[in-house]
């Protein structure tokens, strides 16, 4: 009695004000204020969002790892894993495309690199002469620039792990995936009941992470806080204003990739535009926040399954397919940086040169499978190259604005890529257990 009254009088604190929208908004303001009129004070706070971030991509390669090795182990066991491997094979090559073919349209049609004042050609010019130092400590070193038409190639031939316990202590995540994939398939073909416990330990895994994800979210106001300040802090007002109408013919683009996948998804899970937008909000948050698709890949997942009703099997396939291997927002970002690039150097733009820039950005952005920061931008060389247009002459343009851009694009890749899951999935037929720790974590 004595033990329950003492419990009776403790107050019944609730964190659950730190997941709503006007913490995270708080939140934003706060890191915007700290990034634009307090650099230092960024600065010092920087360890707690590399902390945060740290924290989130713990977690990625156990869910890749186990969330694909059995649900491609669990399709190939079913009977619908014919019908699903041709919805890949169909949906994947149409939407990358697609949207690369949309981007450079957009791009050609608005002309960010097009009929340029003197005074801005004379700041980007400027940046480029004095840009080697910076250019240098992003890089760690030089770039080798003659060596970019062969990226593409060792890119395929570096797929396969040789060691994946090597893969895995690098976080090298292109490898980790393409051992999952074999190894689901192989598990899936041995049809016995000797698998079924591999299958549940798996399980295990991907819901024990999961519930560490979900913790983490209640350390996202602070996360996002010290990530937003420091990326405001380095960003300068001139390269802003410089490259002013390429950024926002991107961000345009973006905005309506992102649209028009939300319209996708609303249509696929037969609900409300309203009800999708509160759906995507962690996903969106996270990758805004972080600038990491890996890390956002267990919110988009939860977000698709528990929220949007799709069929986890195939979610739990698809998603991660499709955000590692697709690479929808580098796709946009190299068919609209090559279109400005074109543009700046007054080249003629015919129907040769723009199939070019949509195969090569749709080659280009897978290849960013497993690249990072600014190295990703580095594999504009292979849509460059086949045009005769030099890398090292404008990478640094795109590098001083990548903190601008990079929020974006990480957003487009991962709100893209559960658009193209929602094509792919179907819709939960039979009602979630109560006590599972899918609902728990929910």
């Given at each position: 009695m004595t033990t329950y009254l003492k419990k009776s009088r403790l107050p019944n604190i609730s964190l659950e004000w730190l997941r709503s929208p006007w913490c995270i908004l708080v939140s934003v303001v706060l890191g915007v204020y700290l990034g634009t009129s307090l650099p230092a004070v960024a600065e010092a706070i920087a360890p707690i969002g590399n902390l945060y971030l740290g924290l989130l991509k713990m977690c990625v390669l156990p869910i890749l790892l186990s969330a694909i090795s059995n649900s491609i182990g669990r399709l190939m066991q079913s009977h619908d894993a014919k019908q699903y491997v041709q919805r890949i094979l169909i949906v994947?090559?149409?939407?990358?495309?697609?949207?690369?073919?949309?981007?450079?349209?957009?791009?050609?049609?608005?002309?960010?690199?097009?009929?340029?004042?003197?005074?801005?050609?004379?700041?980007?010019?400027?940046?480029?002469?004095?840009?080697?130092?910076d250019l240098e400590m992003s890089l760690t070193g030089p770039i080798p620039v003659e060596e970019s038409g062969t990226n593409l190639a060792s890119f395929i031939l570096n797929m396969v792990p040789e060691n994946i316990f090597l893969a895995l202590s690098e976080g090298q995540t292109l490898k980790v995936l393409i051992f999952a994939i074999v190894f689901g398939i192989s598990l899936g073909l041995i049809k016995n009941a000797n698998t079924e416990p591999l299958f549940n330990i798996l399980d295990s895994i991907y819901?024990?992470?999961?519930?560490?994800?979900?913790?983490?979210?209640?350390?996202?106001?602070?996360?996002?806080?010290?990530?937003?300040?420091?990326?405001?802090?380095?960003?300068?007002?001139?390269?802003?204003?410089?490259?002013?109408?390429?950024?926002?013919?991107?961000?345009?683009?973006?905005?309506?990739?992102?649209?028009?996948?939300?319209?996708?998804?609303?249509?696929?899970?037969?609900?409300?535009?309203?009800?999708?937008?509160?759906?995507?909000?962690?996903?969106?948050?996270?990758?805004?926040?972080?600038?990491?698709?890996?890390?956002?890949?267990?919110?988009?997942?939860?977000?698709?399954h528990e929220d949007l009703n799709f069929d986890r099997q195939t979610t739990d396939l698809v998603t991660p397919l499709s955000i590692t291997l697709c690479r929808f927002g580098s796709i946009i970002y190299f068919a609209a940086a090559t279109v400005f690039v074109v543009q700046l150097y007054q080249k003629p733009l015919d129907f040769g040169t723009l199939i070019i820039i949509i195969v090569g950005s749709v080659f280009a952005g897978m290849a960013t499978s497993g690249v990072t920061g600014i190295l990703t931008l580095t594999m504009l060389g292979l849509v460059l190259d086949p045009l005769k247009l030099p890398l090292?002459?404008?990478?640094?343009?795109?590098?001083?604005?990548?903190?601008?851009?990079?929020?974006?694009?990480?957003?487009?890749?991962?709100?893209?890529?559960?658009?193209?899951?929602a094509m792919i999935a179907n819709i939960q037929t039979e009602p979630r257990p109560e006590g599972s720790p899918l609902n728990q974590s929910a």
């Open positions: 994947f090559p149409v939407a990358m495309f697609g949207m690369s073919a949309l981007a450079a349209i957009v791009a050609i049609l608005t002309g960010p690199g097009r009929n340029l004042s003197a005074a801005t050609l004379e700041n980007l010019g400027g940046l480029v002469n004095q840009s080697s130092i819901s024990a992470f999961n519930q560490v994800i979900h913790w983490l979210t209640y350390l996202l106001p602070f996360g996002l806080c010290s990530l937003l300040a420091v990326q405001l802090s380095r960003i300068g007002l001139d390269v802003l204003l410089s490259m002013v109408n390429f950024v926002v013919v991107t961000l345009v683009i973006f905005a309506a990739v992102y649209v028009l996948g939300t319209f996708i998804i609303s249509w696929r899970a037969k609900r409300s535009l309203l009800a999708v937008l509160r759906a995507q909000k962690d996903p969106t948050i996270l990758a805004l926040a972080t600038t990491s698709s890996l890390a956002c890949l267990p919110a988009a997942i939860t977000s698709l090292d002459a404008v990478l640094v343009l795109f590098v001083a604005i990548d903190p601008i851009i990079n929020p974006f694009r990480t957003l487009s890749i991962v709100q893209t890529g559960m658009a193209t899951t």
